[in-house]
């Protein structure tokens, strides 16, 4: 299956919409040997001496490919430690749990190639015209809803009018790809009552007016799904996200449809006859949520044919299950230390900076912070080289925009005491910690969620390193937060959490004012500045449809946030995905691949 490389996403540790570097370790010629005739690498994977593995030496796709039987169930596990919210729509969910749970029932309608570029491959097609800043979108073949009803172009454009509507209680529809719309922003502030830069010509066709092209559009800054607003009839924006038709009975327009929902647990799909692309490769697909402790045991005794988020720290432990082959890729997220220096101001809807009055405002703070910690160490001891350290916030998986000549703060303990010393943090009373340069007790609360073998362990190191530099850190409500909780503790700006580790998902476009912009729910930190506010406007004019100028200014921006500190990228990852070889054409290359698409998946009876 292709990995959904369209969505914008809450990750495991941290950010969901779904899209190179010479990592730790590998040797050279590890992977390169048991190609079969179909390009599948059936080769163990080695480690390094030093028991270090490389992503690249992965194989991205399965052995087993060819036309699948139209039969048979595949049985997926979603490895997590806390239940799925159950927001089964595009334009609700938050978390990566539910965007797992939907992907398998409804697709976007756009492709990408590996660029991270929308093709003409999908449902919808669009054309761009510079001259007078308009998109046209063209529905390119007839599809159907779950329930029957016939697709049209008013349900793309229904996603618009829901996400952009002045009671939508989600988290979408602040970036470019809303925002530059005529008349979106009058429309969400409920000065209009329909978007006037939107004009419906058929039941096929959408012209789309913009203030200006921005170049993130055709990187997922469209849109990418449909919203079936005939099966939210009599439903009040406010209410959509809570109601039956999002949380009980979903539907989408893919392969595979909703049979039954288990609460929090477990879906189970079975095949749309009527999808629009042909017949699925298999009667349907079982999906559940299965614990990390137990989720390796349920690949070796075959009870999951496939282990999506699969702990990357216990992958060199069971490498060697047999009649599984284990696919790798860079991951499209990374993990970091985040630091609350505002909160989120709901009358106008933006963040509220105010560095002078939070714990963690003095960015040596936070720079002697990123000094203590030792992230290329905790790269090689927990996961064996499938995550390394970070250093910017635009990471290797957009390889052409990473700057990796980026001066960060390093590993240094020393540094990080005489930084807090030149600040005027100083252990006043003798116990091992220091204050604040006014003279005040200072206690870092520190946030992490649950989840793994090694998310406790991964915790104490980090509130060990800071303690061993006189930082006085404890874990926020004394223990780890489960996942839906610890989000909630974020957004709503709780006054226990000062610092925390979480993950921000990237999307396809390089663009990271989803979680750095200004009015960008996401932007926890609630980090904002007018040098940033420039920086990712420029990013993302018009005048960046020249690479290079966007380039450059992004440069610029890794730079400052460097300088600036409000948050520091703790690792790269890559992860992996045990998949049994009963399973047919399971790939997890990036890009349009027909033969990999979600209905051409397909299981071996035997």
């Not at 490895?79 to 927001?87: L, N, V, Y």
Request: hydrophobic share 30%; with cysteine.
């Amino acid at each position: 299956m292709n990995k959904k490389y369209w969505s914008r996403l809450l990750f495991g540790m941290g950010s969901s919409l779904v899209l190179v570097l010479a990592a730790c370790g590998g040797g050279e010629d590890a992977g390169d040997e048991s190609k079969d005739e179909d390009g599948g690498d059936s080769a163990k994977v080695e480690p390094d001496e030093e028991g270090i593995y490389n992503y690249e030496d992965f194989s991205k796709s399965v052995s087993n490919t060819g036309e699948p039987s139209g039969t048979g169930t595949l049985k997926v596990g979603y490895t997590s430690d806390t239940p799925f919210e159950g927001t089964l729509n595009w334009a609700f969910y938050q978390g990566a749990p539910d965007a797992k749970m939907i992907e398998h029932f409804d697709e976007a309608v756009f492709s990408m190639n590996e660029d991270f570029q929308y093709t003409q491959d999908g449902l919808l097609g669009y054309e761009l015209n510079e001259d007078d800043n308009t998109v046209t979108f063209t529905l390119q073949e007839d599809a159907k809803w779950h329930d029957g009803e016939p697709v049209t172009i008013e349900d793309y454009v229904a996603s618009y009018e829901v996400i952009g509507h002045p009671d939508y209680d989600g988290v979408r529809g602040s970036n470019e790809g809303f925002t530059l719309i005529e008349g979106y922003e009058e429309y969400q502030s409920g000065d209009a009552d329909e978007i006037s830069g939107i004009e419906v010509k058929d039941d096929k066709t959408a012209v789309f007016h913009y203030k200006e092209l921005a170049p993130s559009l055709t990187a997922g800054g469209f849109w990418a799904y449909l919203f079936p607003e005939h099966h939210y009839e009599g439903v009040e924006v406010k209410d959509m996200s809570a109601s039956d038709q999002t949380r009980k009975n979903p539907i989408g327009i893919g392969p595979y449809k909703v049979k039954s929902i288990t609460s929090g647990e477990a879906i189970v799909l079975e095949k749309f006859e009527d999808y629009w692309r042909g017949e699925p490769g298999m009667d349907g697909i079982e999906i559940k949520v299965i614990p990390p402790s137990s989720v390796a045991d349920a690949v070796e005794k075959g009870d999951i044919d496939v282990a999506l988020s699969f702990p990357t720290d216990q992958f060199p432990d069971v490498s060697e299950i047999d009649g599984v082959e284990w696919l790798g890729q860079i991951d499209g997220a990374y993990t970091y230390i985040g630091f609350k220096l505002g909160e989120w101001d709901e009358d106008k809807n933006e963040v509220n900076y105010k560095p002078d009055e939070m714990k963690m405002g003095d960015k040596e703070l936070r720079r002697a912070m990123w000094h203590a910690v030792d992230n290329d160490a905790v790269g090689k001891k927990f996961y064996k080289g499938l995550r390394w350290e970070g250093t910017s916030l635009i990471t290797p998986y957009h390889k052409d925009w990473h700057k990796d000549d980026l001066e960060t703060p390093k590993f240094d303990p020393e540094k990080a005491k005489q930084i807090l010393a030149d600040a005027g943090y100083e252990d006043k009373d003798g116990d091992g910690f220091v204050e604040t340069p006014d003279g005040e007790e200072l206690v870092i609360k520190f946030a992490s969620m649950s989840g793994g073998d090694t998310a406790e362990p991964l915790a104490n190191y980090y509130i060990q390193s800071w303690k061993d530099v006189g930082l006085n850190v404890e874990k926020t409500n004394g223990r780890l937060i489960e996942f839906n909780s610890f989000y909630d503790m974020l957004k709503n700006d709780d006054k226990e959490v000062d610092v925390y580790m979480g993950a921000w998902g990237v999307g396809s476009d390089v663009d990271p004012s989803g979680f750095y912009g200004r009015k960008a729910l996401f932007n926890y930190p609630r980090y904002a500045s007018e040098e940033n506010d420039d920086l990712l406007k420029k990013g993302n004019s018009q005048e960046a449809l020249d690479t290079e100028y966007r380039k450059s200014v992004y440069d610029e921006w890794q730079e400052l946030m460097v300088e600036e500190i409000p948050v520091f990228p703790t690792m790269y990852r890559a992860y992996v995905t045990p998949v049994n070889e009963r399973v047919k054409n399971w790939s997890e290359e990036y890009g349009y691949n027909e033969d990999t698409l979600l209905y051409k998946i397909g299981v071996d009876e035997e």
